[in-house]
């Protein structure tokens, strides 16, 4: 299930120094707030969107599409923004 907005998860993830071996491997973890729209119901398109930002900074974005805006099937969070000239990096809360 996805989190709702203002729902906080624990999210953990492992990083590991380039070119240093394995003695530099990091674990971390934080508790996240889910920031986004709310979810909508029936066939909508529902998905989480985590960010990465450095000193292990990140951010969950809910984002929810209504079923009546799908017309010919879902749309691809995956879509590659660097083909169209957007603006890639974020920062926090943008």
Do not use: C
């Not at 492992?14 to 971390?28: L, M």
């Not at 709310?38 to 398109?45: A, I, K, L, N």
């Not at 099937?73 to 923004?81: A, K, T």
């Amino acid at each position: 299930m996805l989190p709702g907005p203002g729902q906080i998860i624990r999210v953990k993830w492992t990083e590991k120094a380039s070119n240093r071996g394995d003695a530099n491997i990091y674990h971390y973890a934080r508790d996240v707030t889910v920031i986004g729209s709310p979810h909508f119901p029936g066939d909508s398109y529902n998905y989480a969107i985590t960010r990465f930002f450095p000193m292990q900074q990140l951010e969950i974005e809910l984002v929810s599409v209504p079923a009546e805006n799908l017309k010919d099937g879902p749309p691809s969070p995956r879509l590659d923004q660097l083909f169209y000239g957007r603006r890639v990096m974020r920062h926090m809360g943008e």
